[in-house]
């Protein structure tokens, strides 16, 4: 068992692999730390299958230097076959970490949630030696990442 890379606290079996597999989000929240999650695992099938057709881009590749490390749901909304969800999520790429923050918006077609657009704000992120490391891992930046 392995615990969720969308921070849920859940093992991943319970979490986000079944949305992967194909089952539907049932709310945009679980669809938007399922997307986190892709990220983390580099899934781009399910990046593209998860992301409306009208706003999806022709080719999708990630980052292979980029490690998603962290996710804090900040808000999230649902009105009927709309809702939105407004997120943080840390990136490391080697020693540097970078801040993405969005609101993001999803609809409901067919019983599947599905991305549909977000604004992204991205800055550095600059922990102290003494900050919690932003990885997650509970300790002291200078003792993990730093």
């Not at 706003?55 to 990630?62: C, E, F, G, K, V």
């Not at 977000?118 to 002291?140: A, E, H, W």
Request: contains cysteine.
């Amino acid at each position: 068992m392995t615990r969720c890379e969308c921070r849920s606290g859940r093992d991943y079996a319970d979490c986000c692999q079944p949305l992967h597999q194909g089952h539907p989000a049932s709310h945009p929240e679980a669809l938007m730390r399922s997307r986190f999650c892709a990220f983390a695992r580099g899934d781009t099938d399910y990046l593209s299958r998860s992301w409306h057709t009208e706003t999806r881009p022709t080719n999708l590749s990630l980052d292979s230097d980029e490690h998603w490390v962290n996710l804090d749901i900040l808000d999230s909304d649902e009105d009927g076959d709309n809702g939105s969800v407004h997120f943080r999520a840390i990136c490391r790429i080697g020693q540097t970490f970078s801040v993405l923050e969005e609101i993001s918006r999803f609809v409901r077609e067919g019983g599947h949630w599905f991305y549909l657009a977000g604004k992204p704000s991205v800055t550095p992120l600059k922990p102290g030696r003494n900050d919690p490391c932003p990885c997650g891992s509970g300790k002291k930046f200078k003792k993990c990442c730093g």
